[in-house]
C-alpha cells in the first residue's frame, strides 16, 4: 500500500521567519504534505485545507510591540495541534493568557537542545556544541 502525501497535512502560519522554509522541508522529508500561509489567512481557508496540525513560525517581530502579528484567534479553537516556533510559540502564549516579557540576556543563533521521545520531526537531531551563553532547551 502506497502512502499518500497528502493523508495529512500541515499548515505552517508563517510569521517570516528565515528558518520557515527549513521547517516545511524537514516536515516534507518525513513525508508529510505542509503549506506556508499568511496569519491573515481565513478561517474557510484552514477548514478547506483540513490540517492535521499546525505550526506557528517564528519571525523578526516582538511580541510585545502594540503592532505584532498575531495567529488567527480560530486556529486554537479547531481541536488539532498547534505548534509555536520562537515568535510563534510567544504569541501563542499571549492569545492563551499567558505573559511575554523582555529580558536583559538575549539568545540569538545556536541552542544546544536535547530530543526526547523522537517523532519523526526530530529524527536525527544531534546535540552540537554552543558557543557559550547559550542554554540547553529540553523538547
Do not use: W
Not at 528565515?18 to 522529508?29: D, G, P, S
Amino acid at each position: 500500500m502506497s502512502h499518500n502525501i497528502h493523508d495529512h497535512r500541515i499548515l505552517i502560519v508563517d510569521f517570516g521567519s528565515q528558518y520557515t522554509q527549513l521547517i516545511a522541508r524537514r516536515i516534507r522529508e518525513a513525508g508529510v504534505y505542509c503549506e506556508l500561509r499568511d496569519p491573515e489567512i481565513t478561517e474557510a481557508e484552514v477548514k478547506e485545507f483540513n490540517p492535521k496540525g499546525i505550526i506557528l513560525s517564528g519571525g523578526p517581530d516582538s511580541t510585545i510591540s502594540s503592532e505584532a502579528p498575531v495567529a488567527p484567534q480560530f486556529v486554537f479553537e479547531l481541536g488539532i495541534p498547534v505548534l509555536g516556533i520562537c515568535y510563534g510559540m510567544q504569541t501563542m502564549a499571549m492569545q492563551l493568557g499567558g505573559q511575554v516579557e523582555s529580558s536583559e540576556h538575549r539568545e540569538f543563533g545556536y541552542a544546544q537542545i536535547r530530543a526526547r521521545g523522537h517523532s519523526n520531526l526530530l529524527r536525527d537531531i544531534e546535540d552540537h556544541v554552543t558557543e557559550e551563553g547559550f542554554g540547553l532547551l529540553d523538547v
